[in-house]
């Protein structure tokens, strides 16, 4: 719909239910309401009210050269104002000490704002709430009060409400507007699957195995520079934290077998990495090794999580072991299971999983991962989910470049973190012995083994062994080097 056409009306039911907020104003003088539909769900909607304020912020998405010093709002989620404290200030214009005071926040729901008067109370309150209409649609509904001592400019009580529900109005549509554009264009553009078909059926499959898992866990989405990532969460809340990260488009529903022994002990993290098939929602392309390392780290700082156990498989043992090179103060132990990066891939490796990349058939996945060690019917949901991603997603050609590289001497050298490496005696991707012999040399704290009767799918085949040595590792008490966090 042409925005100049698009309604910011809110309904006869919207004008009148009590929202959040309105009880921090009993008395107002008024209360403006105005809403807009927007068609995405809260998740994408969040972010970008997440980053109002006027300078250093995101911009008001309104009139920017009266509000935010004729710089453009931003057209982008600014990773690094996704955390607001309340109490934080949200300037109202470039440069100014005072504004809006973040008063409450509940996530993908409700943002309330407030302009506090001496005495420390909000004489305006701001309010915005999220309601899901129907599958993706959100429903943004503001509502602004203004309580009894309010006076715009100093003006009288009468003047002051007919000159704000003008002005209001004027400022507030623009940024209803602004709001619902940039979340329908730009979030929905971050969508990598080819049709909305094939993202539904990628999307069931992939709920279909997270049913399987034998705990409970809960999803969540954290806003970042490189898009949405999608987060699988499961143990005890006061747990030791663990994160996973899982094989090359096997996404985290991969770790069904061994999530019941990691979760036991730890506060577990399972990542879908982003750029590949899965539930997070890709931005800005991953171009380098090193933007993984950006990425997982602004993902770390997103879930609060200053230092971390990591455990990864294949690919993800890869990113896991670039990453505590990368960044020794966020990685307290790590695991590599089956990982890339300690030698170079056989030849047959790259084949096959070209032959399966640019031809993604049932017959070629099957083939590939047969090769690999996935022989068993009960693989038959995991290597369907593959194939799905293969032929639904549309990775960025950046992020398909890049592929586990060696990682050189002088940086295993440099490893801080205690590792344990678990490598199947018959893998095939690499030759399993000398992986072994190399981490051993190179590693300063190190331990592994060979998992016998086993190749690439090790953590399934042999999942008792893994899970066995994994937890006893990870348990095994050891004294903490003083890490500063930055």
Request: hydrophobic share 45%.
């Amino acid at each position: 719909m042409p925005e100049t056409w698009r309604s910011v009306r809110a309904t006869r039911e919207e004008r009148t239910r009590v929202l959040p907020g309105d009880d921090r104003i009993p008395d107002a003088i008024d209360s403006l309401t105005h809403a807009v539909t927007i068609q995405r769900p809260p998740r994408d909607v969040w972010p970008w009210l997440l980053q109002l304020g006027a300078g250093s912020r995101a911009g008001w998405y309104s009139y920017d050269w009266i509000d935010n010093g004729r710089q453009p709002s931003a057209e982008r989620i600014v990773p690094e104002l996704q955390h607001p404290a309340i109490g934080t200030i949200f300037p109202a214009l470039p440069g100014a000490t005072d504004g809006f005071t973040l008063l409450a926040l509940e996530p993908e729901r409700v943002l309330m704002l407030g302009w506090l008067g001496p005495r420390g109370s909000p004489e305006v309150t701001w309010t915005f709430v999220l309601r899901q209409v129907a599958p993706d649609v959100t429903r943004l509904v503001v509502r602004v009060r203004g309580g009894p001592g309010y006076r715009f400019r100093g003006l009288p009580l009468l003047l002051t409400r007919a000159v704000v529900r003008v002005v209001h109005f004027i400022m507030q549509r623009k940024q209803l507007l602004g709001i619902a554009r940039r979340a329908e264009t730009t979030m929905s553009h971050h969508t990598a699957f080819k049709t909305p078909a094939g993202e539904a059926a990628y999307r069931a499959a992939y709920d279909s195995e997270l049913r399987s898992w034998p705990v409970p866990c809960e999803e969540i989405d954290v806003a970042g520079l490189f898009g949405t990532t999608h987060v699988l969460v499961c143990g005890p809340t006061t747990a030791p934290p663990l994160v996973l990260l899982h094989g090359y488009m096997a996404t985290s529903t991969m770790w069904s077998t061994n999530i019941a022994a990691f979760s036991k002990g730890h506060r577990v993290y399972a990542v879908d990495v982003m750029g590949q098939p899965g539930k997070s929602i890709p931005g800005e392309p991953i171009c380098h090794a090193s933007d993984f390392v950006s990425w997982l780290t602004a993902t770390l700082d997103a879930l609060g999580l200053d230092w971390v156990d990591v455990v990864g498989m294949s690919f993800g043992g890869w990113l896991a072991l670039n990453y505590a090179v990368a960044e020794p103060q966020r990685v307290r132990k790590l695991v590599l299971l089956s990982p890339g990066g300690l030698l170079p891939m056989v030849k047959q490796f790259t084949v096959r999983g070209m032959l399966m990349v640019l031809l993604p058939t049932r017959l070629t996945v099957n083939s590939f991962f047969r090769w690999l060690g996935f022989t068993d019917r009960a693989h038959a949901n995991v290597l369907e989910l593959m194939y799905l991603g293969l032929k639904h997603f549309r990775m960025p050609v950046e992020t398909a470049r890049i592929g586990p590289a060696v990682v050189p001497d002088e940086a295993l050298r440099t490893l801080h973190a205690p590792t344990l490496l678990l490598i199947g005696d018959h893998e095939v991707i690499s030759d399993p012995a000398k992986a072994l012999e190399r981490a051993r040399r190179l590693i300063p704290d190190f331990r592994g083994e060979l998992v016998p009767r086993s190749r690439h799918e090790m953590c399934v085949r042999q999942h008792r062994i893994v899970d066995a040595r994994v937890v006893e590792f990870l348990d095994e008490s050891r004294a903490l080097p003083n890490r500063a966090v930055a």
